[in-house]
């Protein structure tokens, strides 16, 4: 499995920003994605998750109602849209595919090679 994001850049506060992450090797439509992020010297965190279908989604408290993920299965690909991004969101955003409905890492098992996203203040 290879997955690959982009997107990420520099914006200011208040900015927004289109994350995306494009699957090959496996069935895409057999998976939950999900999106984390990790800032220097901090541990990964959850952002978001879509199920398998795209009619279930999840977020963090902190991104609720400013962010959006979305899946294209027919491509093989997802998204994340985040609006009035903050100084602190700045991180490493990292897209998975895994088999489990979590908020945690763990069931996660294939991740892309994460995208920058730096917000000014």
């Known amino acids: 499995v290879q997955l690959q994001a982009s997107g990420g850049g520099l914006v200011q506060a208040g900015g927004s920003l289109r994350l995306s992450c494009a699957a090959s090797?496996?069935?895409?439509?057999?998976?939950?994605m999900g999106w984390f992020r990790q800032a220097p010297g901090k541990e990964r965190e959850f952002v978001a998750a879509i199920n398998r279908s795209g009619g279930t989604t999840l977020y963090a408290e902190s991104v609720k109602d400013r962010f959006t993920i979305s899946r294209d299965n027919a491509k093989s690909t997802t998204s994340l849209q985040m609006n009035s991004l903050k100084p602190e969101e700045s991180a490493v955003y990292y897209c998975?595919?895994?088999?489990?409905?979590?908020?945690?890492?763990?069931?996660?098992?294939?991740w892309g090679q994460g995208t920058q996203v730096t917000v000014s203040s």
């Open positions: 090797g496996r069935s895409f439509g057999n998976y939950v």
């Open positions: 998975a595919m895994g088999s489990g409905w979590s908020m945690d890492a763990r069931p996660y098992a294939y």
